[in-house]
């Protein structure tokens, strides 16, 4: 199994930055890639940006331009830095572990744009 432990999150004015890291732990040899989802009150949960095992991303056109996926092999770590932030960003972060039985969730961070 995997374990994700998610930080990173907080209040920022628009326009601002930061950066949201997920440290995988566990069974990381099954992991085929890694993500970040968000989830704004009252809407459903959504992808935002992927990272795979050949280091291509893919990121959703809200954002793309704006966050940057990235993983340090090293630490079993992927980051998420969101710049250029807008107040349609705040919502709560979910990194996800994708393997072969399926999702594995962190248990999210809080991420607040204020206009």
């Known amino acids: 199994q995997v374990q994700l432990v998610e930080s990173g999150g907080g209040l920022v004015q628009a326009g601002g930055s930061l950066r949201l890291s997920c440290a995988a732990s566990g069974s990381i040899f099954s992991i085929n890639a890694m993500g970040w989802y968000r989830q704004a009150p009252g809407k459903q949960r959504e992808w935002v940006a992927f990272i795979y095992s050949d280091d291509s991303t893919n990121y959703a056109d809200s954002v793309k331009g704006r966050f940057t996926i990235s993983r340090d092999n090293a630490k079993n770590t992927v980051y998420l830095q969101m710049n250029s932030l807008k107040p349609e960003d705040t919502a709560v972060y979910y990194c996800?572990?994708?393997?072969?039985?399926?999702?594995?969730w962190g248990q999210g961070t809080q991420v607040t744009v204020s206009s």
């Open positions: 996800a572990a994708i393997t072969r039985g399926g999702p594995t």
